[in-house]
T-cell receptor, first 113, second 112 residues
Framework: DAGVIQSPRHEVTEMGQEVTLRCKPI?????LFWYRQTMMRGLELLIY????????DSGMPEDRFSAKMPNASFSTLKIQPSEPRDSAVYFC???????????FGPGTRLTVT | GDSVTQMEGPVTLSEEAFLTINCTYT??????LFWYVQYPGEGLQLLLK?????DKGSNKGFEATYRKETTSFHLEKGSVQVSDSAVYFC???????????FGSGTQLTVLP
């Protein structure tokens, strides 16, 4: 069974550009999480969805960040406009209702110049 | 609110040395506790977990015991290998919550 799939793996963009990160959770999982990892702040939960509905977005840093989950097999995290301080590794994770273990994707390394 | 405190790294050991990475937590309810491992360039993987007091989680030679009296979940391994070099994260999930609260991570380097 395929794990959590994220794309792109690496993204380099200029300040002010829109960035879209994509995630495909494991089939059958009904919760999806977006995390950001930086040296300064470690691993931060940005938002999570349950059954495609956003449950807690209190970790989203500001209005430039938005996340959607239009169906059970796809989610996006969008940054518009991007800033250099958004440079980080963004992880997507999913879990199923029964055991709650979170399975992480390989991450997207975002660099904003 | 919930929080997890890990010993600061980096930790550097020689192969076959004994490993301890300390982890303590603060939670309002009765949390489940986890250790995740992140190898270079990869996402986090669950290493072991414990869901109630006095439970011992174990996997790949690593162990951790849920100590409610000291609010701790220290990670141990009797003999580390070079392949154990990674970042280790302690985490908790409080009650029925779905989200995890992570510690800051501890970088482990094992030298041959």
């Amino acid at each position: 069974d395929a794990g959590v799939i994220q794309s792109p793996r690496h993204e380099v963009t200029e300040m002010g550009q829109e960035v879209t990160l994509r995630c495909k959770p494991i089939s059958g999982h009904n919760s999806l999480f977006w995390y950001r990892q930086t040296m300064m702040r470690g691993l931060e939960l940005l938002i999570y969805f349950n059954n495609n509905v956003p449950i807690d977005d209190s970790g989203m840093p500001e209005d430039r960040f938005s996340a959607k989950m239009p169906n059970a097999s796809f989610s996006t995290l969008k940054i518009q406009p991007s800033e250099p301080r958004d440079s980080a590794v963004y992880f997507c994770a999913s879990s199923r209702r029964t055991d709650y273990e979170q399975y992480f994707g390989p991450g997207t390394r975002l660099t904003v110049t | 609110g919930d929080s997890v405190t890990q010993m600061e790294g980096p930790v550097t050991l020689s192969e076959e040395a004994f490993l301890t990475i300390n982890c303590t937590y603060t939670a309002t309810g009765y949390p489940s506790l986890f250790w995740y491992v992140q190898y270079p360039g990869e996402g986090l993987q669950l290493l072991l977990k414990a869901t109630k007091a006095d439970d011992k989680g174990s996997n790949k030679g690593f162990e951790a015991t849920y100590r409610k009296e000291t609010t701790s979940f220290h990670l141990e391994k009797g003999s580390v290998q070079v392949s154990d070099s990674a970042v280790y994260f302690c985490a908790l999930r409080d009650g029925s919550a779905r989200q995890l609260t992570f510690g800051s991570g501890t970088q482990l380097t094992v030298l041959p």
